[in-house]
Structure formats: C-alpha cells, structure tokens
C-alpha cells in the first residue's frame, strides 16, 4: 500500500507542507497556524481555503505536524481535530515546533537547538526526546532575538527617534506608517507578533549600519545570555539554530558562539529538509 505523507512545519507567520507520495516531494504554504490564537473552526477554514484542491481530497495515510503553540495536549487536539476534519482517516500526529527543529538538526543524536524566526526558543534533545528547555515567554515577555523582538525594537527606535536622518527616512519609504497605525496594529488587530516580526527585513536590508548592527549583535546577545548559557551540556553538544532570523544573521551567530566557545552545527532557515528525511527513513521511502 503506497503511503501518502504530510509534513507541516507551523509558525506563527506562515506554514511550510511537503507531501510524501511514491518517493515524491509536493511542497505548497498556508498562512501560519497557532491554537493559542485561533479555533478548530478558523484552522478549518485556513485550511479549505488555502490548500490545493486536489491535496484537500487526497487520502492521507500519515500527518506529521510540527506547529507553534502546539506543546500543550489541549492546543495540540485543537489542530488535530481541524486536520482530522478533512483526513478523518489518516493517523495524525501533533506535536510543538521545537521538537520538529530538534529532529531536523539532531536527527537521533544529542544537541542544543534553538528557533530563532517570528518566535524564538531553545532545547537539549538527546536524540530521542526533549530533556530541557529554556522557556520561551512569547513576544510579549521573551521571544529574545526573533523576529517579533527585533521588530519591537526597530519600532522603538522609530518611535523614540532614535534612528539617524538616512534610516527614518529608509523606515518611512519602506513601511509608510505612522505611530498612530503601528499602535494600533500592534495594541488592537490580530497576530501583533506577526505584524512586528515583519520589519525584521529591514534589518537585512541596512546591514553595515553601526545601528541596525549593534540592534543585531544585542538581541542576540540577550537570547546567548538568557538561554543557552543555562544549558550545563552546551560546552559538550554542538549547537543548531532554525529560522529566518538565525540563517541570515549566522555570521552574527558564528561570532557569538566563539565569544562564548560554544560548538556551532546547523543553521537551517527552516527545518523541512532534516524533517523530510528522517520520515522518510522512517517510512523507507526514498525522494525521486
């Protein structure tokens, strides 16, 4: 019986589906899914509006979802019983986005990883489960060096004036909000860590300004500091990082982990690769 696998790997912005069928690879995106924010009623309506007709009919062996906000048993069953709607007879398995982060890096082996995207947060996995793990607070207490943080702090720094004449007038051109749109974007629509995580482009953009740099090095100076120094493994493990934020800051991430001697591994800008593999070792099905 050939197999037909779904793999999602979900953040609070987008969400990454590959579909494993007789050794192929589909690949397709929805808007990001988080139980913490949304009902079983708004993830089924994301879902049979956003996916491919012909995958929302398709019959499904095996789902695999690695999904943010999905650590809890409680939040897990409410995105599993939206899939369930539409694959009722699939075999569905929920779990958290780190623990999807952890098997893409480590695979079977031991390691600290760590997400750094619109969220961030770390953990020691020994090859099989998650030991330990450094709480992530969210964007409104933590999230040190994602997405959501560094776009609190661009807008800070907006805001208090605190940029020089060429980066608030690059800001204006770039985003053309006011402070009284981002307050209310941020104080009274939906999914303000979305609409905050989304200035972290600029930051790419203005790399080599003494500004944005020090905003850089200090964010992730603060998730070194915060997070990974609590880990007593962390001089004998090397170290992974995943997420939009860690793949185009990693030269920033090199520096720190010298800094602090720690072993540097994998970055990864997102984890479906490691995610890919490993169920396919599972499954025996091999990419064509």
């Given at each position: 019986m050939v197999q037909s696998i779904l793999i999602a790997d979900s953040g609070a912005t987008k969400t990454a589906w590959r579909l494993l069928e007789n050794g192929k690879l589909k690949d397709f995106h929805t808007s990001g899914i988080s139980p913490y924010h949304m009902s079983q009623s708004q993830i089924e309506k994301l879902i049979r509006e956003e996916f491919p007709?012909?995958?929302?009919?398709?019959?499904?062996?095996?789902?695999?979802?690695?999904?943010?906000?999905?650590?809890t048993s409680v939040k897990a069953r409410i995105v599993a019983r939206a899939l369930a709607t539409f694959y009722d007879d699939a075999k569905i398995h929920i779990t958290h986005d780190l623990m999807g982060a952890a098997i893409a890096t480590c695979g079977n082996k031991a390691g600290i990883t760590c997400i750094l995207g619109t969220g961030s947060n770390s953990c020691f996995y020994n090859g099989k489960k998650i030991v330990t793990?450094?709480?992530?607070?969210?964007?409104?207490?933590?999230?040190?060096?994602?997405g959501a943080y560094f776009g609190k702090l661009l807008v800070q720094h907006f805001l208090y004036k605190k940029f020089d004449q060429s980066l608030e007038k690059a800001f204006v051109k770039q985003f053309n909000l006011n402070k009284d749109e981002i307050l209310h974007k941020v104080y009274r629509e939906s999914f303000p860590n979305r609409f905050?995580?989304?200035?972290?482009?600029?930051?790419?953009?203005?790399?080599?300004?003494?500004?944005?740099?020090?905003?850089?090095?200090?964010?992730?100076?603060?998730?070194f500091g915060t997070h990974l120094i609590r880990y007593p493994q962390i001089e004998k493990m090397p170290v992974h990082?995943?997420?939009s934020i860690a793949f185009h800051f990693q030269d920033k991430i090199d520096e720190l982990c010298n800094v602090y001697g720690f072993h540097l591994g994998q970055i990864l800008k997102d984890p479906m690769e490691g995610l890919t593999k490993f169920h396919q070792l599972r499954s025996g099905s091999k990419k064509k």
């Open positions: 007709k012909k995958i929302l009919t398709k019959s499904i062996s095996h789902v695999y979802y690695y999904g943010t906000g999905c650590k793990n450094s709480p992530g607070l969210g964007y409104v207490l933590g999230d040190e060096a994602s905050l995580a989304n200035f972290a482009q600029f930051l790419s953009a203005h790399r080599g300004h003494y500004i944005i740099e020090n905003i850089i090095e200090d964010g992730l100076r603060e998730f990082f995943v997420g």
